[in-house]
């Protein structure tokens, strides 16, 4: 196949980023583009769905198009549209799966659905040196080491916390998820209780900075069988507040809260991993891969490092544009579905064996 024949579209559209990008074979980006609406769901403290749905009805169409012009290439020069079909919000999803479908059936190219978690999973594949729109600084994207293999993939953002064992993109453990809020929505929770704004991950990760992390003990977010849940963190926390806030210690700590919160919040994840990497002893994992919004969190980057130092192991987390919600890493997961690994570093079709299959009515390749 020549490096044209393997040229997808990507598009995801699962909760509050209209994106799209165009990836070579899974590995290479030569374009990334996306539109956020944070700024639009500000004033909700989280994402509001139907303002969702409705801005990327406005956002996709331009999005689509800029994406294939940052590439220099047009739909007839792209091979395949990879989709991001699930899971999200249903409302917004339908926006990204309705625009690849008619884009799809004009120009006869195959239309790949992509779970969005095997889209986080992926973004490991994509070369990440930092640099985007790569086409012209390599020609042979086999030749770019892609992760060692396997690994414990952390997917942490605003709507998910999933931790899978990694044998390949096709042979997926799933080792533990949260039964309730994902950890970035606990940060979004507790900013909004501490009246920080929001996304409430980066402005907690401000009041922290100088603030004492032991002062307020909350509890570690996991249950018994090792799932997560961190529902229970953001209750302690608000319980804390509302001490504090009944007593004469008037104005709150906010430091010292926000820090006692986001080391709740990093323990319970970094203790999971270790739990995991002890519990895989005989055949460790070669890596920890690190990805979704939560990732750029500086203090759970600082413990996973540690952690990582501890195991003899890298830590790999893409660059933030790779790590927050893109359309790269669904183009990615949607060629490994595709080319079902033939060749290509490996790895087979994305989230098979692991119920992470997309249900769709329409034509799956
Ligand atoms: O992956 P992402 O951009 O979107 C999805 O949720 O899918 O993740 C957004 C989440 C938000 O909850 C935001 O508060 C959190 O990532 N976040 C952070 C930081 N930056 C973003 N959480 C903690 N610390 C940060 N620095
Ligand atoms: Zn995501």
Request: aromatic share 4%; hydrophobic share 50%.
């Amino acid at each position: 196949m020549s490096a044209h024949g393997r040229l997808i579209l990507g598009i995801e559209t699962s909760c509050d980023e209209t994106a799209a990008a165009v990836v070579e074979a899974g590995r290479i980006v030569w374009s990334n583009v996306v539109a956020s609406q944070a700024a639009l769901h500000a004033p909700f403290g989280g994402v509001f769905p139907e303002v969702a749905s409705r801005q990327h009805v406005r956002d996709i169409g331009g999005v689509i198009e800029a994406a294939l012009q940052t590439a220099g290439v047009t739909l007839a020069g792209v091979d395949a549209i990879a989709v991001t079909a699930g899971p999200g919000l249903s409302g917004a999803l339908m926006v990204g799966v309705n625009a690849a479908k008619g884009l799809a059936l004009a120009s006869g190219k195959p239309l790949i659905a992509v779970n969005h978690l095997s889209g986080h999973l992926a973004s490991h594949w994509l070369h990440t040196d930092g640099r985007l729109n790569m086409r012209d600084a390599f020609t042979d994207p086999d030749g770019i080491a892609p992760p060692p293999l396997p690994h414990l993939g952390l997917i942490v953002s605003g709507g998910h916390t999933d931790l899978f064992w990694v044998r390949a993109l096709d042979d997926v453990v799933p080792l533990a998820a949260t039964r309730d809020d994902a950890a970035g929505e606990a940060f979004d929770k507790a900013a909004r209780l501490l009246g920080l704004g929001y996304p409430g991950g980066p402005a907690i990760q401000r009041a922290a900075e100088g603030g004492d992390p032991t002062r307020f003990p909350l509890p570690v977010a996991r249950t018994d069988d090792g799932d997560w849940s961190f529902s229970g963190v953001k209750s302690a926390l608000a319980r804390q507040v509302a001490r504090l806030t009944s007593a004469p210690t008037h104005p709150l700590p906010i430091a010292d809260l926000a820090a006692s919160f986001q080391s709740a919040i990093v323990r319970a994840l970094t203790d999971r991993l270790a739990l995991a990497a002890l519990a895989a002893r005989d055949h460790p994992p070669r890596a920890i891969a690190v990805s979704g919004g939560v990732s750029a969190n500086a203090a759970l980057r600082a413990a996973l490092t540690a952690l990582g130092r501890e195991l003899g192991i890298p830590v790999l987390c893409p660059p933030l544009a790779l790590c927050t919600d893109n359309a790269a890493m669904i183009a990615a997961a949607g060629w490994f579905r595709w080319a079902g690994g033939g060749g290509t570093a490996g790895v087979g079709g994305v989230g098979e064996g692991l119920g992470l299959e997309v249900e769709a009515d329409w034509r799956l390749v």
